[in-house]
Every structure is written in C-alpha cells, then in structure tokens.
C-alpha cells in the first residue's frame, strides 16, 4: 500500500512510519516541523520506499500517484505545545483534517484519524468506554486540543456516513518511549530527564491523578491493526450492532497509575537523588484517564505487552544516550 | 459601524441586519444562501446602507475598506438542514469561522459569534449556566452542527486569547417568529404550518421533552446589546472573576415548556382541527433545555419581553399570510 502519513516526523508519526515500512508499504510522510523533528526520521531517507514532504496541511496537499491510505497524525499533542500554538492545533484538526478526508475521498482511499483519550476531558466515568460522550470545557486553554480532536472525530464520520469512506478512529491514551522529545512537557519524558539530570522532579497537583502509559511499541502495533484491518472482518465490537470498525477504538495500557507513583518508581530507576517538588495543577487537568480496551482486545486480537518497568528501561536508555 | 454579517440571509440573520439597519449602521451582508433566502434580504436591497454579497465564508472572503465589527451568524441551523448538509455544516462552523476570525484580526474589528444551546448538548444540569461543560456525542449525526458550534467556540477564545481579539459569544437557545422558514424543520413552524393546513402535528418522542422559545425581537435585542456593548462596562458576569463580556452569554427565553404543551397550545390559538401524532425520538435528542439567563441580565441588563402567547400570535399570523 502506498499510505500518506501527516505528522510522520513527529514522536508517534515516526514509529508508524518505521513500523509500516518494515511491513514492505510505501510511505509519504507530509510534515511542517512545527513539533516535529527531520531527525526523527534521518534514519529512513536513504529507504526508496520512504519520502518526506515539507507540508502544513492545514493549507492543503496535493498528492501525485496513487494513495491507497491516509494516516492523520498531524497535531501539536502536548500541553506545552498546544498551548504555544493554539490557533494552528485548532487549524490542523478542523480544517487539516477535513483537507485530509478530501484527499481519502478524492482517492477512495482508507482513512485513519489520531484521535485522543482528551475527547473524554476530566471524564466521569473510570475506565472509558468509547460510548461516553465526555466532559470536556469548550472555552477553556485546554479547548485548543480537545475541540480540534471532538471536531475532528465529528468530521471523520460525516465523511464515513456521507461519503463511504472507510474510516478508522484511534482514541490514543498516555503514550511514552524512545523519540520523545526531552523538553516535550509529558510527564515521562520530563521525569525521566529531571531525573538524569540531577533535577527536581515537577508534579502538578498533589500526584494523585492518575493516568495510564502504553510503551510507544504496543500502541503502534495497536494502531497497525486497526488500519490493515479489513472492513466487516472482526468480532463484534461488545458496544451495539453499529460499532463497527469504522467507529472510534480506545488504544491504550488499562494498567492505571498515580502521578506520584510514577515519580517514585522513575526516581528508583534512574538511581537519581532528585525531589519531587509539587505544583499548582494546571486549568482543565483531568484527574484521572484509563482505557476500556474491550473492544481493541475483540477487534483487533490486542493488548499491550510491555510492562510499565520495562518501557521504563527501554526509555531511561533512550534519554541517557 | 460598518458591520459583516455572515449567514444575514437567514432567518436570524434577516432579523439582526434589519434591526442593525435601523440604528443607522452599514451592513455587508455574506450568504451562499445554502439555506438562506434571498427573499429575506429583498426589503433591505433598496437601502445604501445595505450591501450582499453571494459568498461561502468556508472559502474565504476578501472585504474592500473598513471593517468594525463582524457578526459570524453563518450555519445551517434546523436539524434537517445539518444533517442534509453534514460537511457543509462542519466546514463553515470551523474554516468559516477561522476565516471570520482572520479578518475580524487583520481590521481589528470586533468580533461576535452565534453560538447555541447545542453546545451543552443532552444536558445533565437545569438550567444551563454557561460554566456547564455540556454533553454531547461527538460522533453522532447531530455532532456536525454540535461539535461544529463547539470549536467555533474553542477558536474564538483561542483568537481572544493569542491575539485580543474583541469577542463575543452568544449561545443562543430555540427562537421563533416572522420570517422562519415553513419546511424548516423546527417545532414552531412545523406546528403552526401543520396546524393551518389542518395536517396532523408531528411530536417526537412522547411530548413531555422541555424546551425555551424566546422570540426573535426579544433574542435580536439581547444579540445587538451584546454586538454594541464596551469591553471593560457592564456588571461583573457572575461566574468569577475571568467571565468578562468575551466568554459567552446565554440569551433565550427562561420559560421552559414542554413540547406537547406546545402543540396544545398552537392548535387551540390557531383554532385548528388537527390530531398530534407521536414519532419515535431522533439520535442524541435533548431531553429538556432551558436557559439561565443571569449573566446576560446583569451585563446587558437584557430578558425577554414577549410572551409566549403574544409571540406565537404574532408568528401565526405570518403564517397565515
């Protein structure tokens, strides 16, 4: 398959990229470098089956030859760099978005959307399951990322329903590994270098919110399947006869864990003598987020395999080197 | 002022150029007329201070001389007519609106935005404050208009808040009068045509759903106070420090009605012979919906005047016409 990634520079669009070359497809990877970086991917330039496109989508792509798939990962997704580029995190994931389902339409091509567990906001309900409609604040700082991503989501299925574009959904939970950029503003990357660093440890709030971390190769693997996968193939969904494939799809590691926590088992890790210092908790912060991964496990035939302890590892290495 | 008004064809719209005509301001007046009509606008082409121009604001719109305010109003606005028009309705709800929002910044014009009561969606809380967050299904049919409206919302703040942008943000709850359309599709046309043409009145669900219905003079008063009004004057909001004039406004009737109560009411004024015919309720249909009104009294010293009665006789009568 000859599949267009959008945001393929960027921490997750790279492992995708890696990941569906060593699969034998071609790939296009369109990015403006605006969070993500040309050395994420200097290591597939010289791989023919590989082109990169300097590109803002939010502007608009023209594609020559065949696409067989379009991969939207295009996005500023941490909060630091949401919040630095609120107008072009709202752009690529309205109008990107919509110029990326045009491009699908154009080609009858397959359409996979990056979507987010931040649709659930600060969520009432523990674990989500993909039919909670969420709690999300449309006007506050936050509203830059969870809009774009609600919109986005919305305008997949007006194309899935309008249009017959086969479209695919992935909510993504806390995702960490290698690539990560160290100045990225997540809580693993910052902890882990705070810690080599010798550095307070930054906690918002009192550490008590919980989140859950998928280690960056299960989520591809996650995400791999539910692009490949054939449409009217696959269990039911376990949500109602209409939650087919083409409807959104939680991937990410039910393992729930406190902030404080993580903190702790990163310091033990790294061996760092660092403190945990405690900060204010930022506008919107959810105070908890964990998957119901039901309906990956029946669909897809997935679940994470790497444990916390171990992606750790892997990570520590990564950001020592 | 020299004020744009996108979506002036339509029936708000038609009503809010009018009212804005007569206080002796310049109207520019953008439609692609998709569910507008140019019939609306015919008593207005007369007058100098009134200008259309045939234009989708998705594509962009380029404005000759001054602009002082830009009043977005733009959308399809009656569930059939976003759910025939689902892409269309998604697309000027976020690019529309971006584009709005680009020339109110490259004037520095004042900036105002019909926003609804479908941001908060199938509501868990009653009345609606405009702190509540909203429930709304982000993938559902009727997400193309709510989540449309939602990052309308989101990127308005988000140019308020990167840029300074004068905002505005009226989340405007159901409205009748003069002027709707007849196969709009909303509950007051729908009865008072079906009502006159002795057809029986169609009610979803069992009837006992609430909505609020303000009249269009009382809901185009509170819009034109809120359009007028000085940043920095006004009573505090009442919902903290931060809910200035530029965080959204409720504006609509407090009167909560249920809908077969609605029904009963327009038969017996219209002195009709029809039967009420129960539907099965449509996806994702609110439940109930009433407006607190509190901050839109206390900033814009604003409620409605006409009742219920007053204004259904008046709506009937141009019906009858």
Same mark, same amino acid.
């Given at each position: 398959m000859r599949i267009v990634v959008t945001g393929g520079a960027g921490f997750l669009g790279r492992h995708f990229c890696e990941r569906i070359l060593s699969l034998g497809h071609e790939v296009l990877c369109l990015d403006n470098l605006l969070t993500g970086r040309r050395e994420n991917i200097t290591a597939f330039e010289e791989n023919p089956a590989f082109r990169f496109v300097s590109q803002d989508v939010s502007a608009g792509a023209h594609i020559e030859g065949k696409v067989d798939a379009v991969v939207h990962m295009a996005c500023p997704a941490s909060p630091p760099d949401y919040l630095r580029y609120p107008i072009q995190t709202l752009e690529v994931g309205t109008i990107g978005t919509r110029n990326m389902l045009e491009l699908a339409r154009t080609h009858r091509a397959r359409f996979l959307l990056a979507s987010t567990s931040e649709v659930y906001g600060d969520p009432k309900v523990n674990p989500q399951t993909e039919d909670y409609w969420g709690n999300v /604040? %449309? !006007? &506050? %700082?936050r509203s830059v990322y969870d809009e774009a991503k609600r919109a986005s989501e919305a305008l997949t299925m007006a194309y899935h329903r309008k249009h017959g574009i086969d479209t695919r959904i992935a909510r993504i939970f806390n995702t960490y590994g290698?690539?990560?950029?160290? /100045? *990225?503003?997540?809580v693993v990357s910052n902890f882990i270098v705070q810690a080599l660093q010798g550095k307070d440890l930054t906690v918002y709030g009192d550490g008590s919110q919980t989140r859950s971390f998928c280690y960056v190769s299960d989520l591809i693997e996650g995400l791999v399947r539910l692009l490949l996968m054939e449409a009217g193939? &696959?269990?039911?969904?376990?949500? &109602? =006869? =209409?939650? &087919? !494939? /083409?409807y959104p799809i939680n991937l990410g590691n039910p393992r729930e864990e406190k902030i404080a926590d993580i903190a702790r088992i990163i310091l033990k890790m790294t061996g760092s003598s660092s403190q945990v210092r405690f900060h204010p908790l930022p506008a *919107? *912060?959810?105070?908890l987020r964990c998957p119901d991964i039901s309906r990956a496990r029946r669909f897809l035939g997935w679940e994470p395999k790497v444990s916390l302890e171990e992606g750790l590892a892997r990570t520590i290495e990564y950001f020592r080197d």
């Amino acid at each position: 398959m000859r599949i267009v990634v959008t945001g393929g520079a960027g921490f997750l669009g790279r492992h995708f990229c890696e990941r569906i070359l060593s699969l034998g497809h071609e790939v296009l990877c369109l990015d403006n470098l605006l969070t993500g970086r040309r050395e994420n991917i200097t290591a597939f330039e010289e791989n023919p089956a590989f082109r990169f496109v300097s590109q803002d989508v939010s502007a608009g792509a023209h594609i020559e030859g065949k696409v067989d798939a379009v991969v939207h990962m295009a996005c500023p997704a941490s909060p630091p760099d949401y919040l630095r580029y609120p107008i072009q995190t709202l752009e690529v994931g309205t109008i990107g978005t919509r110029n990326m389902l045009e491009l699908a339409r154009t080609h009858r091509a397959r359409f996979l959307l990056a979507s987010t567990s931040e649709v659930y906001g600060d969520p009432k309900v523990n674990p989500q399951t993909e039919d909670y409609w969420g709690n999300v /604040n %449309p !006007i &506050g %700082p936050r509203s830059v990322y969870d809009e774009a991503k609600r919109a986005s989501e919305a305008l997949t299925m007006a194309y899935h329903r309008k249009h017959g574009i086969d479209t695919r959904i992935a909510r993504i939970f806390n995702t960490y590994g290698p690539w990560m950029r160290a /100045n *990225d503003g997540r809580v693993v990357s910052n902890f882990i270098v705070q810690a080599l660093q010798g550095k307070d440890l930054t906690v918002y709030g009192d550490g008590s919110q919980t989140r859950s971390f998928c280690y960056v190769s299960d989520l591809i693997e996650g995400l791999v399947r539910l692009l490949l996968m054939e449409a009217g193939t &696959g269990a039911a969904g376990g949500l &109602g =006869e =209409e939650w &087919g !494939i /083409n409807y959104p799809i939680n991937l990410g590691n039910p393992r729930e864990e406190k902030i404080a926590d993580i903190a702790r088992i990163i310091l033990k890790m790294t061996g760092s003598s660092s403190q945990v210092r405690f900060h204010p908790l930022p506008a *919107d *912060d959810p105070k908890l987020r964990c998957p119901d991964i039901s309906r990956a496990r029946r669909f897809l035939g997935w679940e994470p395999k790497v444990s916390l302890e171990e992606g750790l590892a892997r990570t520590i290495e990564y950001f020592r080197d």
